[in-house]
């Protein structure tokens, strides 16, 4: 039997459930990043449409969506805008940069070699609206900033910091926060030399102790949560232990889908019995790791995601078990890795789906539409959109055409991302720039090439398969 440890990614396998903040994604702009060239933006803030009145949030004079499908071509940038989100995530949550940005640079253009790379977030935080940026170059932080954004009025600066040649930083902060002699003493040691150069003045916000730096570092880290194509959601044994709610919730999930699933059932397993003699010395090691602290541990196997622990005085391995019901009306028991992909796909997505019912996090979903049928997305989609009560944001690439309906979206949640054919740049824009009507099939426009960001296909004439070779 195969084992491998693993551990809880930060972005996706912990669902947070501390009070809601109306913690809402607003902006991202880009610039010099892969095929992104000069700056790009990407945004949630709602137009004058009037459909689907419920997909808004409004935060004073600002609405907010909570749903955008991006659409394009292979190689058009969709993954691109994902990766630049999460590259600036990486370099928060490390607090800085370890090595050179630049292979991370647009290279059709033999000028940006020189240039920094750039990112900016705006995200509202109990109705305030922040913007941070920062301009990476080589191993180094050129600038980096953030701001409070006021909609009539000018936008008040906390902080703003620069790095020379020599590497030095300056640093220019909102005199609130530099009143008491210990804040002016800490705000100089930072700019002589506690802060490196290629190390983000947000990444010290738990040392300076200003609660808006920490909010928005908080925000950034764990209110945005990415999923990628290849994710695997590994803490599903684990909440269908611990949380009744997560295991009604998901059960009602599958049911409604129309998987085939009647229920997520969990098996317990004797330790010995599970492991046995062959895995003896992994056994042990396991058992050695459970402690008072330490109340299970999570294992990868062939056969999937298990949990050792320790219940009612025994040890036993937990695995989730896929029940479904056979023509006799009897249950029977389903190893999940026995699930069709697309099962698979849609119980990885739980976690998601159930944190934008219940917690104000944007969720970016890379690939949405991978192993799941064109109806089941479709049916999970309408479903997570029509919720009145939906509290968080959902916002994914994708290639199912049968999901541009403005029955389903409004005009300003879906985009498209193209990529210039001369310059080889990705550039992004939505759907609401065309000011489509209601009733327009936009399905049929899209794939008829009226909006862009679909592929060039060759005439398959020219390929000559019809001819036979000898």
């Known amino acids: 039997m195969n084992f491998s440890f693993f551990l809880h990614l930060r972005d996706y ?12 994604l607003v902006r991202f702009v880009v610039s010099n990043f892969l095929s992104f060239d000069s700056e790009v933006e990407f945004n949630m803030l709602a137009s004058s449409f009037k459909g689907h009145k419920h997909h808004v949030y409004r935060f004073g004079k600002v609405d907010v969506l909570r749903a955008a499908a991006i659409y394009g071509a292979n190689g058009a940038g969709k993954s691109n805008l994902i990766k630049a989100i999460e590259f600036l995530q990486n370099a928060v949550e490390l607090g800085g940069i370890s090595q050179s940005v630049n292979d991370k640079k647009f290279k059709l253009k033999e000028a940006n070699k020189e240039l ?77 030399n506690l802060l490196k150069p290629n190390e983000l003045f947000l990444g010290k916000a738990d040392e300076i102790k200003i609660k808006e730096f920490q909010q928005v570092r908080d925000i950034i880290l764990n209110k945005i949560v990415i999923i990628h194509p290849g994710s695997k959601y590994q803490g599903l044994i684990r909440q269908l232990v611990k949380s009744e709610d997560f295991h009604i919730f998901t059960n009602n999930l599958l049911k409604s889908l129309d998987t085939g699933v009647v229920s997520l059932g969990i098996e317990e397993i004797e330790i010995d019995k599970f492991f046995g003699e062959e895995n003896e010395k992994i056994k042990l090691e396991i058992i050695q790791d459970l402690t008072s602290e330490v109340e299970s541990v999570i294992l990868t196997t062939k056969s999937g995601d298990v949990m050792v622990t320790m219940d009612k005085g025994r040890y036993v391995v937990k695995r989730p078990i896929a ?35 219940k917690e104000d996090i944007t969720f970016f979903i890379d690939e949405i539409d991978q192993s799941l049928h064109t109806t089941l997305l479709k049916a999970l989609i309408d479903k997570v959109l029509a919720e009145e009560l939906t509290r968080g944001q959902i916002i994914f690439t994708t290639h199912e055409s049968n999901l541009l309906d403005l029955d389903i979206f409004r005009q300003d949640e879906i985009w498209f991302a193209e990529k210039n054919a001369k310059v080889g740049n990705s550039q992004l824009y939505s759907l609401s720039e065309f000011k489509p009507r209601y009733d327009l099939d936009i399905r049929k426009g899209y794939l ?21 070779h000898a």
């Open 323 to 357: 029940e479904h019901l056979n023509g006799d009306n009897q249950i029977v028991p389903f190893v999940l890795n026995d699930e069709s992909d697309g099962t698979q796909r849609l119980l990885d997505l739980v976690p998601a789906v159930r944190g934008i019912l």
């Open 116 to 192: 920094p790379m750039s990112f900016e977030l705006e995200v509202i935080h109990n109705k305030k609206i922040y913007s941070y940026g920062v301009s990476f170059n080589r191993l180094f932080i050129v600038n980096e900033w953030l701001y409070e954004v006021n909609v009539n009025f000018e936008d008040k600066l906390l902080f703003e910091r620069s790095v020379n040649k020599l590497g030095r930083s300056t640093l220019k902060i909102i005199d609130k926060f530099n009143k008491t002699p210990k804040q002016k003493l800490l705000i100089e040691l930072m700019e002589e």
């Open 448 to 468: 008829k090439g009226r909006f862009g960001a679909i592929p060039f296909v060759a005439n398959l004439d020219d390929l000559n398969w019809d001819i036979t």
């Open 13 to 24: 396998f912990v669902i947070l459930t501390k009070k809601n903040e109306n913690d809402m």
